[in-house]
């Protein structure tokens, strides 16, 4: 899960989430700017047992396997100048800084954005239909797209 799951309402995510994770071997969360258990949250690491028992682990950023290549996976999208759904480019301190890996975030909610901005591909719901991105799609659109690039919802995948 790359974040923004809870909001304010810790309660309802972790019982949605718990049903989820009993049905699965490991349930990561990578935390979100709306997630208590962010970083950047004063009590972060305080809300984290609460998640913790429903989660495998908590993070800021995970490097996974998926297909034939390692990836990033983070919440936010790489820090690019006016890479956000905001006029200003906000939470800069916690965007991973782009050394060419490819890059599995959320955050941005756009909805006519997939692949862009070289090798990112922003997974929320809000460019899936509302659904989630299974890991062959991820696979299938980084071997179709090797150097990234723009592909818009509805398009290539």
């Known amino acids: 899960m790359l974040g923004d799951i809870a909001g304010a309402n810790d309660r309802v995510a972790l019982e949605l989430f718990a049903r989820i994770a009993a049905k699965i071997e490991t349930l990561v969360l990578v935390s979100g700017n709306h997630d208590r258990t962010h970083p950047k949250n004063p009590n ?19 490097t996974i396997r998926l297909g034939d290549d390692h990836v990033l996976l983070n919440h936010h999208p790489y820090d690019r100048a006016g890479g ?27 909805r006519d954005q997939r692949v862009h901005d070289g090798r990112q591909i922003h997974v929320g719901v809000d460019a899936w239909d509302l659904k989630p991105v299974g890991e062959s799609t ?20």
């Open 138 to 157: 991820l696979v299938d659109l980084i071997r179709l797209h090797p150097n990234g690039g723009p592909v818009t919802a509805g398009a290539d995948a």
């Open 44 to 62: 972060g690491a305080a809300a984290q047992r609460k998640f913790l028992s429903v989660f495998s682990s908590v993070v800021s950023t995970q």
């Open 84 to 110: 956000d759904h905001t006029p200003v480019n906000r939470d800069r301190q916690w965007r991973p800084v782009d050394l060419g890996a490819w890059l599995i975030h959320g955050h941005t909610h756009l």
